[in-house]
């Protein structure tokens, strides 16, 4: 080779190391990430029978963002939510892919229930990036452990099983025999499965009857409990189906019933539908309801201010579980020592202790929540509510069992 | 036998709002022989505005049923008026798609403005039930079937006996005769959309402190509407209102006695029978010609 070669290679070798030196900075920029913000991503459902869960997860997500942002953001930079509106498996993964791939996010919360969660499972495990499971009580998101999924609020469905069940028993009530009237969509089932295995180890006599979702007519169940002498009713779906179902009871002379509403039908909502509801029973997946002290009395204030009008039914559990969520996940960034990389991230995530709004100048409207490099679930507790006076209020916080 | 009475009672419940829905849509296919899809969406905001003058603005209960009615009718007449007049000369499908997609439009404005699951409508009777031999009548049950059902017989008497119901008859049975008699196609056209809108409205007032008001509602009545109007014969007022409670009753018994998950499917099934075994409808007007 001649030496003018040698020149040019050598020459050229220098340009790109050169090149490579000036770009490392820039390809080292976690995706998301740039100086002024940090883009998270979410899904859920906007319309539809699920929008119950999706539009109070964007807005609590939003208000939350809002507060974090006006004190200044986070490392220095603001967050910013790009929220995909995403109802059926098939939607929930289209979102997911696009977000993660077009939008680039730095974390990605999954605000859709079981349905959205369990579509975008294997998808986030495979890409690996930092995700929140919001609402999903599924075992398809949470099993098998993956670094980089963490879960709320929500908790396990072999957790909340045992919780529904023991509300049959507070203040000495002995049931004979209970009915579960459970939907055949996603939620409800993951949690039918195991209320069923926590039955049947405990011995309980029980009988089963299902409903489509959204359905309005209840009269055949609830004879055939009638015709079963069930004494004791557990609902596994949402305030809607719940509401329609109990009225309808009591207009076929099921009077003396004592209920039990899983999670997603704990809402003011269920109140209008059936006028006195005094009584009823369900677990709330925050530390008080709406109302039950000045805490969140603030946070729905906030969000009254923030929505302009407050949608009937609201602020319910998913506005109170997504403004505390996104709390932790600022709390996480922060944790990072501001080395926004994946890596740092998800380990800041992992050794949160008691993570909760007020440590970033938020409400504590959500349980706090705490992880480990192996348990990525935040919150094992549950709050115990009764509808006393028209009004749910927690009566007893349900630790893990 | 208890038991037996509870099912039937629950049954002729939604039975009676069915037969109300599938009424308003016969109305106008019996006049205008259009097939409105957007039948369910005029129910949903008749069901919409029983909320707001009974929840939102608190007014007494029984201005729902005289209010919401005929504006629900003055909104399907301006529609005729706006986007189905202009397209009378199209063919029969254009109209179809065009009813589909303004249901759609309805029913999404109504998502856009009011998001929300959604909204509780108290009954308009909340006082003690009757129980008759072991079974429980709710006086909104009672009000539901009994109210229902007559409202549906008057529209019937209406339709037959009115001057405007006559002309309805004669444009459904011959266009141009019944311009011969006299009879404008604007306004028989027009009043046959305000007619069935009305019946929309009013099927809206009824279901709302049943079922609530959703956008799923949309879906719902227009569905089951449609399969009562089929099954007791499209052009029969009589066959609507009897097909909505064969169809009601029907769906409740397969529940009760069958499977709850049986209770979808079997008003499909009785459609697919009944369209195999008398594609007329079970109850068909009967046709008389001079030879």
């Given at each position: 080779m001649r030496r003018g070669s040698y020149l040019r290679a050598a020459l050229a070798i220098g340009v790109v190391a050169g090149l490579a030196s000036t770009a490392a900075p820039v390809r080292a920029q976690e995706p998301g990430v740039s100086d002024t913000e940090i883009t998270i991503g979410a899904i859920g459902a906007l319309t539809g029978p699920l929008a119950f869960i999706g539009t109070p997860g964007r807005d609590g997500m939003t208000l939350a963002l809002n507060e974090i942002n006006q004190k200044g953001g986070v490392c220095g930079r603001k967050l910013k939510l790009n929220y995909e509106h995403a109802s059926t498996p098939a939607e929930s993964l289209a979102a997911v892919k696009k977000l993660v791939e077009q939008d680039k996010v730095f974390a990605l919360v999954l605000a859709s229930g079981s349905t959205g969660a369990a579509a975008a499972a294997d998808y986030v495990r495979?890409?690996?990036?930092?995700?929140?499971?919001?609402?999903?009580?599924?075992?398809?998101?949470?099993?098998?452990?993956?670094?980089?999924?963490?879960?709320?609020?929500?908790?396990?469905?072999?957790?909340?099983?045992?919780?529904?069940?023991?509300?049959?028993?507070?203040?000495?009530?002995?049931?004979?025999?209970?009915?579960v009237l459970a939907g055949t969509y996603a939620f409800p089932q993951a949690t039918l499965k195991a209320v069923e295995d926590h039955l049947k180890a405990q011995k309980v006599d029980y009988a089963l009857e299902?409903?489509?979702?959204?359905?309005?007519?209840?009269?055949?169940?609830?004879?055939?409990?009638?015709?079963?002498?069930?004494?004791?009713?557990?609902?596994?779906?949402?305030?809607?189906?719940?509401?329609?179902a109990i009225k309808q009871a009591r207009e076929l002379g099921m009077t003396n019933i004592r209920w039990v509403l899983d999670g997603s039908a704990v809402s003011r909502a269920i109140v209008p539908i059936i006028g006195n509801a005094d009584g009823i029973r369900g677990y709330f997946n925050n530390p008080a309801f709406p109302g039950q002290n000045d805490t969140v009395k603030e946070?729905?204030?906030?969000?009254?201010?923030?929505?302009?009008?407050?949608?009937?039914?609201?602020?319910?559990?998913?506005?109170?579980?997504?403004?505390?969520?996104?709390?932790?996940?600022?709390?996480?960034?922060?944790?990072?020592?501001?080395?926004?990389?994946?890596?740092?991230?998800?380990?800041?995530?992992?050794?949160?202790?008691?993570?909760?709004?007020?440590?970033?100048?938020?409400?504590?409207?959500?349980f706090p929540e705490s992880f480990t490099e192996t348990d990525h679930q935040g919150n094992y507790r549950l709050g115990a509510t009764v509808v006393k006076n028209g009004e749910w209020q927690v009566y007893r916080v349900i630790e893990r069992p | 036998?208890?038991?037996?009475?509870?099912?039937?009672?629950?049954?002729?419940?939604?039975?009676?709002?069915?037969?109300?829905?599938?009424?308003?849509?016969?109305?106008?296919?019996?006049?205008?022989?259009?097939?409105?899809?957007?039948?369910?969406?005029?129910?949903?905001?008749g069901a919409f505005a029983s909320f707001l003058v009974v929840v939102h603005w608190q007014w007494p209960y029984w201005m729902a049923y005289v209010l919401i009615p005929p504006l629900i009718g003055i909104v399907a007449a301006l529609i005729e008026f706006l986007i189905l007049r202009p397209l009378r000369r199209a063919d029969m499908f254009t109209v179809v798609i065009a009813t589909v997609f303004l249901g759609i439009a309805l029913s999404e404005a109504f998502r856009l403005t009011y998001n929300t699951e959604l909204l509780a409508v108290p009954g308009m009777f909340v006082g003690m039930p009757f129980i008759f031999g072991g079974v429980f009548?709710?006086?909104?049950?009672?009000?539901?079937?009994?109210?229902?059902?007559?409202?549906?017989?008057?529209?019937?008497?209406?339709?037959?006996?009115?001057?405007?119901?006559?002309?309805?008859?004669?444009?459904?049975?011959?266009?141009?005769?019944?311009?011969?008699?006299g009879y404008s196609v604007d306004r028989v056209y027009m009043f046959a959309w305000f007619l069935g809108g009305a019946m929309a409205g009013l099927a809206g007032v009824f279901v709302a402190p049943v079922s609530g008001v959703s956008v799923e509602l949309s879906i719902a009545l227009i569905s089951a509407g449609f399969v009562a109007g089929v099954i007791g014969g499209f052009?029969?007022?009589?066959?609507?209102?009897?097909?909505?409670?064969?169809?009601?009753?029907?769906?409740?018994?397969?529940?009760?006695?069958?499977?709850?998950?049986?209770?979808?499917?079997?008003?499909?099934?009785?459609?697919?029978?009944?369209?195999?075994?008398?594609?007329?409808?079970?109850?068909?007007?009967?046709?008389?010609?001079?030879?």
């Open positions: 495979q890409v690996g990036v930092p995700t929140y499971n919001l609402y999903g009580s599924t075992p398809i998101i949470r099993e098998p452990f993956s670094k980089n999924v963490f879960h709320g609020a929500i908790v396990p469905v072999e957790v909340a099983a045992p919780g529904l069940i023991s509300m049959f028993y507070d203040e000495g009530h002995k049931p004979q025999k209970i009915g299902k409903f489509d979702q959204s359905a309005r007519d209840f009269t055949s169940q609830l004879v055939s409990f009638g015709r079963q002498k069930v004494d004791s009713v557990l609902i596994l779906g949402s305030f809607s189906e719940a509401g329609f946070f729905e204030a906030r969000l009254k201010t923030f929505l302009g009008s407050m949608p009937q039914g609201r602020p319910n559990n998913y506005d109170m579980i997504a403004y505390g969520s996104t709390y932790v996940v600022a709390e996480a960034i922060q944790g990072t020592g501001c080395q926004l990389t994946r890596d740092k991230f998800l380990a800041s995530w992992s050794s949160l202790k008691d993570a909760g709004p007020t440590k970033m100048g938020g409400l504590d409207v959500s | 036998m208890a038991e037996l009475g509870l099912v039937l009672i629950a049954g002729a419940k939604f039975g009676a709002i069915y037969a109300l829905a599938a009424l308003g849509l016969v109305v106008v296919h019996k006049a205008t022989k259009t097939v409105n899809f957007a039948h369910g969406a005029f129910a949903m905001l009548v709710t006086q909104e049950t009672l009000w539901v079937i009994v109210g229902a059902l007559v409202i549906s017989s008057a529209c019937v008497v209406l339709f037959r006996y009115g001057r405007l119901g006559r002309g309805m008859r004669a444009m459904a049975s011959n266009v141009r005769g019944a311009q011969l008699c052009d029969s007022l009589k066959g609507a209102i009897l097909g909505g409670l064969l169809l009601g009753i029907t769906e409740s018994l397969a529940a009760a006695y069958i499977s709850s998950a049986f209770k979808n499917c079997i008003s499909f099934l009785l459609l697919f029978i009944v369209l195999m075994w008398r594609p007329e409808g079970l109850f068909p007007e009967k046709v008389a010609r001079r030879v």
